[in-house]
């Protein structure tokens, strides 16, 4: 059963392992680093930044509304948005870890939401066809969605609503795999054919040898 599940893109973070990759690194393209200080929201890939192409993908899908959760260098990745339906959400505290932009795009969820999907920025090869495969997963409020392959679980993850409060607890860079503990027993893991949506770039060699390797 697909219900309203809203999504909020996670785009606030610091990318610091990203950028001084990027400063290092004279194999990345000149035209991605602007000296040291390209965040890699900011990163092109195919010609498109990662937080377009992630955006893009969640509107494209059969979420019924996108948050963009900004924080680091807001201005700058708002104009890569402007022109797209997203809702907007800025995580003031971004640089005290990822809890305070999941707790700001929960802030931002309609009232009418089943559950939420979070959507990280770095994983280029998240699609509207795979998130629209998750979304055919959810059950409902006291669900919760993990995308897997071979076992590996990834993200994004979808929460049913019932555990929104859950989420609003968590503090610093506490992410959710303590609470896919804590709730196993409501955990549905869906089957990927492939780990393309599954692979994250954490520094500049890896978005150059995504961009590389990978289709765009």
Known sequence: MTGRVSGVVLAAGLSTRFEAACGENAHVPAKNVAGATRPKQLYRIGGETLVRRICREALASGLAEVIL??????????EEVADLDLRMAHNSAYA???????????????????????????????????????????????????????????????????????????????????????????????????DVPLEDVDTADEALAWAETRPQ
């Open 69 to 78: 959760v900004t924080g680091h260098a807001e201005r700058q990745v708002r």
């Open 96 to 194: 005290a870890g990822q809890s305070g932009s999941v707790r700001c795009g929960l802030a931002g969820v309609s009232d009418r939401a089943e559950g939420a999907m979070f959507l990280p920025v770095d994983q280029p090869g998240l699609d509207a066809a795979t998130i629209d495969r998750l979304l055919g997963g959810f059950d409902g409020p006291d669900s919760i969605v993990v995308p897997s392959y071979r076992d590996r679980r990834g993200a994004p993850v979808t929460f049913g609503s019932s555990w929104f409060d859950h989420l609003r607890r968590l503090r610093g860079d506490e992410g959710a795999r303590r609470l896919l503990r804590e709730l196993a027993e409501h955990v549905i893991e869906v089957d990927l054919e492939t």
